[in-house]
Antibody
Framework: QVLMQESGPGLVRPSETLSLTCSVS??????????WSWIRQSAGRGLEWLGY???????DLNPSLSSRVSLSVDTSKNQFSLTLSSLTPADTAIYYC???????????WGRGIMVNVSA | SYELTQAPSVSVSPGQTADITCSGD??????VTWYRQKTGQSPVLVIY???KRPPGVPERFSGSKSGNTARLIITETQALDEADYYC?????????FGGGTKLTVL
């Protein structure tokens, strides 16, 4: 059974940078079959795709966030990570990592991590 | 930016059929995906590529599309189907989600 689990801080200050990691089990992030994704959900913005990364390191990012988002993958640890800079309270959300399968269908999701941006 | 429009809520009686719609410009030329999200849980994939069911999703769930409107149909609706349902598509170099439809089984 494929499992994905997010980790990182639950509280970050405005203007700071958020770093989250997704640990993946039972499937290799080196698999060429999948893209590894970040999606967030807030009451105000609903579900919002941040971007995804391939095992090669190539990325596809949400154009509206691309100036603040960076993705990386660590195949040796079977993990991938999100960095989101210049945080504001509007970035407060549940952040999910997810596996992108065929034609942009996300078939496996982590449990999500709540991140609050507050002074 | 591209938008997918869903009705905020749909109500159905147990055993009846729920019809959840999603509309967007040129949606007919895009693959539509559907997710179910129960309160406090992560989204779960229920339909991909407009009408295909992943393993483990009951046959009561089906997807269709006509013109610029996609539909998620749930037959013989049960109390356990109460959830938020989201559609999703790829548009304007971006994954886009609909605003979600809250399904209430009365």
């Amino acid at each position: 059974q494929v499992l994905m689990q997010e980790s990182g801080p639950g509280l970050v200050r405005p203007s700071e940078t958020l770093s989250l990691t997704c640990s993946v089990s039972s499937v290799s992030v080196s698999s060429g079959l999948y893209f590894w994704s970040w999606i967030r959900q807030s009451a105000g913005r609903g579900l919002e795709w941040l971007g995804y990364i391939y095992h090669s390191g190539s990325t596809d990012l949400n154009p509206s966030l691309s100036s603040r988002v960076s993705l990386s993958v660590d195949t040796s640890k079977n993990q991938f990570s999100l960095t989101l800079s210049s945080l504001t309270p509007a970035d407060t959300a549940i952040y999910y990592c997810a596996r992108r399968w065929t034609n942009n269908a996300f078939d496996i999701w982590g449990r999500g991590i709540m991140v609050n941006v507050s002074a | 930016s591209y938008e997918l429009t869903q009705a905020p809520s749909v109500s159905v009686s147990p055993g009846q059929t729920a019809d959840i719609t999603c509309s967007g410009d040129a949606l007919g030329s895009k693959f539509v995906t559907w997710y179910r999200q129960k309160t406090g849980q992560s989204p779960v994939l229920v339909i991909y590529e407009d009408h295909k069911r992943p393993p483990g999703v009951p046959e009561r769930f089906s997807g269709s599309k006509s013109g610029n409107t996609a539909r998620l149909i749930i037959t013989e609706t049960q109390a356990l189907d109460e959830a938020d349902y989201y559609c999703q598509a790829w548009a304007s170099d971006c994954v886009v989600f609909g605003g979600g439809t809250k399904l209430t089984v009365l």
